[in-house]
Nanobody, 118 residues
Framework: QLVESGGGSVQAGGSLRLSCTLS????????MGWFRQAPGKEREEVAK????????FYADSVKGRFTISQADYGNRVALEMNNLRAEDTATYYC??????????????WGQGTQVTVS
């Protein structure tokens, strides 16, 4: 089970930190990621981290502004979001997957946390 926290409302240019905790065992989980979905738009992959080698990957739209990190062997993942923009407004979801590389599958999803930037 994945549980997110840390969403909220912030003015443009501000910062928020999202957290995600994985409880229970998830077989073959090697990647943790953050996605977001804005109203009327498709779900977008924002950032992901390989929990074994800690390699990180970011969408171009958030590079240099967002940072993903992990703790406790990937059972806890955070997304530090700086210099937020109105277009970052969305529901953010944490996800656990088999691989951050091509062919990886997402195994579990959190319930989502709302981020609103005005």
């Amino acid at each position: 089970q994945l549980v997110e926290s840390g969403g909220g409302s912030v003015q443009a240019g501000g910062s928020l930190r999202l957290s995600c905790t994985l409880s229970g065992n998830l077989y073959n989980r090697n990647c943790m990621g953050w996605f977001r979905q804005a109203p009327g738009k498709e779900r977008e992959e924002v950032a992901k981290i390989d929990t074994f080698i800690e390699a990180t990957f970011y969408a171009d739209s958030v590079k240099g502004r967002f940072t993903i990190s992990q703790a406790d062997y990937g059972n806890r993942v955070a997304l530090e979001m700086n210099n937020l923009r109105a277009e970052d407004t969305a529901t953010y979801y944490c996800a656990a997957g088999t691989s951050c590389g091509h062919g990886g599958q997402w195994l579990a999803w959190g319930q989502g946390t709302q981020v609103t930037v005005s």
